[in-house]
């Protein structure tokens, strides 16, 4: 059963919000208004078209951009955090352990301790092993693997992912996509996911909120009434396939409104 | 096979170039101060061997000197601008234009001031003045060239400026550095041997000199030979940088 968004009356703590925000670029705006409320241990979908608004939306819950309009609230502190990139975005020049110790030691965590996290956190994503490769050692499912290893070793009580999948095959991305609802059930953190693959969206998150084409607002948003992470089969269900078609038809409604 | 005819056909193509040469020169009985057989400029290599080796080897550390000085000057420099726009935009249009000075016009006024009696100083102060931009221009390039969401990472993580400078953008500027000198390598030779014609005074005895002093006495053959042991020493300095900069970039991303 998917039905159209009925916020649940359970009151949640708000990790991070965006008031009527809008982001004006040189060229023109670039998102907005826009409004979203996040809520600790939810994941979130954004969908839409290239160049809604969805990543620029990312950054201004990562803090990373101010909005020209509108307000941003984040309850998360710094070091609370975390953002996985489209590409991994590792520092070629270091090593895997470096590379994942890197936000423990800039936020002065002790050269030793920070290693030691760091190795534990790259054998959660299954990459033990790769301490001491350098990036170009690395395949891309590995690079994605190690990135999101970086993510989750400050123990963020929000992650953001800016389209993690869009370099990868299925199976590496079916193989990540799992690494994800395995981290959020350990830890239960808020997510946001950006992506314009509508079944990744559906698939991934408890709520999609579909975006019109840029500058964007909110289109439509939907819950996805399923246990995460995902049982066996639930890409074939027709909870699934339905859910698909609700946000693709808002995604198509969207674009020829 | 295919690999050692790719590495014969240049042996083979100089030495068919060194025979015809040598055959023209024979039958046409050209005089040899205008232009000597490759016969003759081996012998006049053999001659003069020592005194040859000994410039050439004048030249290259007067070369190295001037590198040393350029890197660590355009280092410095490129560091402090890297820090602040302001002076990046106060600096690069003096570094542009000594840049584009040629150096021989230079030279008269670093002759006086390194004092006539020190041509070495001059020579060096030259043919680091070559040296700098290379390295200058690869050092401002390389220090913002880190990748854009590496900036934005180390932002979220409230990186200080000191953590960003030591741990994104000095390594992020690695490559262009490396490339920075093997460039600027070679220019300190050729501007170290330019400079030597202007500056050289017989007090700084490089090869320049070597070639002024055989031109004079019209020994075509030594200047060959001189010619001879310049090329190779360019050669062998731009393969050892080379062979630096390849080491350096495999130890650098692990590959």
């Given at each position: 059963?998917?039905?159209?968004?009925?916020?649940?009356?359970?009151?949640?703590?708000?990790?991070?919000?965006?008031?009527?925000?809008?982001?004006?670029?040189?060229?023109?705006?670039a998102?907005?208004?826009?409004?979203?409320?996040?809520?600790?241990?939810?994941?979130?979908?954004?969908?839409?078209?290239?160049?809604?608004?969805?990543?620029?939306?990312?950054r201004?819950?990562?803090?990373?951009?101010?909005?020209?309009?509108?307000?941003?609230?984040?309850?998360?502190?710094?070091g609370e955090?975390?953002?996985?990139?489209q590409a991994p975005?590792?520092?070629?020049?270091?090593?895997g352990?470096?590379?994942?110790?890197?936000?423990?030691?800039l936020?002065?965590?002790?050269?030793?301790?920070?290693?030691?996290?760091?190795?534990?956190?790259l054998a959660?994503?299954?990459?033990?092993g790769?301490?001491?490769?350098?990036?170009?050692?690395?395949?891309g499912?590995?690079?994605?693997?190690?990135s999101?290893?970086r993510?989750?070793?400050?123990?963020?009580?929000?992650?953001l992912?800016?389209?993690?999948?869009?370099?990868?095959?299925?199976?590496?991305?079916?193989?990540?996509?799992?690494d994800?609802?395995?981290?959020?059930?350990a830890?239960?953190?808020?997510?946001?996911?950006?992506t314009?693959?509508?079944?990744?969206?559906?698939?991934?998150?408890?709520?999609?909120?579909?975006?019109?084409p840029?500058?964007?607002?909110?289109?439509?948003?939907m819950r996805?009434?399923?246990?995460?992470?995902?049982?066996?089969?639930?890409?074939?269900?027709?909870?699934?396939?339905?859910?698909?078609?609700?946000?693709?038809?808002?995604?198509?409604?969207?674009?020829?409104a | 096979?295919?690999?050692?005819l790719?590495?014969?056909?240049?042996?083979?193509?100089?030495?068919?170039?060194?025979?015809?040469?040598?055959?023209?020169?024979?039958?046409?009985?050209?005089?040899?101060?205008?232009?000597?057989?490759?016969?003759?400029?081996?012998?006049?290599?053999?001659?003069?061997?020592?005194?040859?080796?000994?410039?050439?080897?004048?030249?290259?550390?007067?070369?190295?000197?001037?590198?040393?000085?350029?890197?660590?000057?355009?280092?410095?420099?490129?560091?402090?601008?890297?820090?602040?726009?302001?002076?990046?935009?106060?600096?690069?249009?003096?570094?542009?234009?000594?840049?584009?000075?040629?150096i021989?016009?230079?030279?008269?006024?670093?002759?006086i001031?390194?004092?006539?009696?020190?041509?070495?100083?001059?020579?060096?102060?030259?043919?680091?003045?070559?040296?700098?931009?290379?390295?200058?221009?690869?050092a401002?390039?390389g220090?913002?060239?880190?990748?854009?969401?590496?900036?934005?990472?180390?932002?979220?993580?409230?990186?200080?400026?000191?953590q960003?400078?030591?741990?994104?953008?000095?390594?992020?500027?690695?490559?262009?550095?490396?490339?920075?000198?093997?460039?600027?390598a070679?220019?300190?030779?050729?501007?170290?041997?330019?400079?030597?014609?202007?500056?050289?005074?017989g007090?700084?005895?490089?090869?320049?000199?070597?070639?002024?002093?055989?031109?004079?006495?019209?020994?075509?053959?030594?200047?060959f030979?001189?010619?001879?042991?310049l090329g190779?020493?360019?050669?062998?300095?731009?393969?050892?940088?080379?062979?630096?900069e390849?080491?350096a970039?495999?130890e650098?991303?692990?590959?």
């Open positions: 059963m998917t039905a159209f968004a009925q916020m649940s009356g359970a009151q949640m703590a708000t990790v991070a919000a965006l008031q009527s925000v809008e982001v004006a670029y040189g060229r023109g705006p998102l907005g208004p826009f409004s979203l409320r996040l809520e600790l241990g939810e994941i979130v979908a954004l969908v839409g078209p290239s160049g809604c608004g969805k990543s620029t939306a990312l201004l819950l990562a803090g990373l951009e101010a909005p020209t309009r509108g307000e941003v609230l984040r309850t998360a502190g710094p955090t975390s953002v996985v990139f975005t590792l520092m070629p020049w270091a090593t352990l470096d590379n994942v110790a890197l936000p423990l030691e936020a002065g965590v002790p050269r030793p301790q920070a290693r030691e996290r760091a190795a534990a956190a959660w994503v299954k990459l033990k790769a301490e001491d490769a350098k990036p170009a050692q690395l395949s499912g590995m690079a994605m693997r190690a999101l290893a993510a989750l070793v400050t123990g963020p009580r929000l992650l992912l800016d389209e993690p999948f869009a370099a990868l095959d299925e199976i590496t991305r079916r193989d990540l996509a799992a994800i609802h395995r981290l959020w059930a830890a239960k953190p808020a997510i946001v996911f950006v314009h693959n509508v079944e990744e969206a559906v698939f991934m998150a408890s709520r999609v909120l579909v975006m019109t840029g500058p964007g607002r909110l289109q439509a948003e996805v009434d399923a246990p995460l992470p995902r049982p066996q089969g639930f890409r074939v269900s027709s909870l699934f396939r339905e859910a698909v078609e609700q946000v693709s038809a808002a995604l198509a409604e969207g674009m020829t | 096979m295919r690999r050692a790719d590495l014969s056909a240049p042996i083979v193509f100089v030495a068919l170039l060194l025979s015809v040469w040598e055959i023209a020169v024979q039958a046409l009985h050209t005089p040899p101060y205008l232009l000597p057989a490759p016969s003759a400029v081996a012998a006049a290599f053999e001659q003069n061997r020592a005194i040859l080796i000994d410039s050439a080897l004048t030249t290259l550390v007067m070369a190295l000197w001037a590198l040393a000085i350029a890197s660590i000057a355009a280092c410095a420099i490129a560091l402090t601008v890297a820090l602040s726009p302001l002076a990046e935009r106060s600096v690069r249009p003096i570094a542009v234009a000594l840049q584009v000075t040629p021989v016009a230079i030279a008269p006024l670093v002759n001031w390194a004092g006539l009696d020190h041509p070495q100083r001059a020579v060096i102060g030259l043919a680091a003045v070559v040296a700098f931009f290379p390295i200058f221009s690869g401002v390039t220090l913002k060239a880190a990748d854009p969401d590496l900036e934005r990472l180390f932002d979220l993580y409230g990186a200080t400026r000191l960003r400078l030591r741990r994104l953008r000095l390594p992020a500027a690695v490559p262009f550095l490396l490339e920075g000198h093997k460039v600027a070679g220019l300190a030779v050729i501007g170290a041997v330019v400079a030597e014609f202007v500056s050289g005074s007090g700084s005895q490089g090869l320049a000199w070597r070639l002024l002093e055989a031109a004079n006495r019209l020994q075509t053959a030594k200047m030979a001189a010619l001879l042991i190779l020493m360019g050669v062998a300095a731009h393969a050892a940088f080379q062979a630096l390849t080491w970039l495999k650098w991303r692990g590959r």
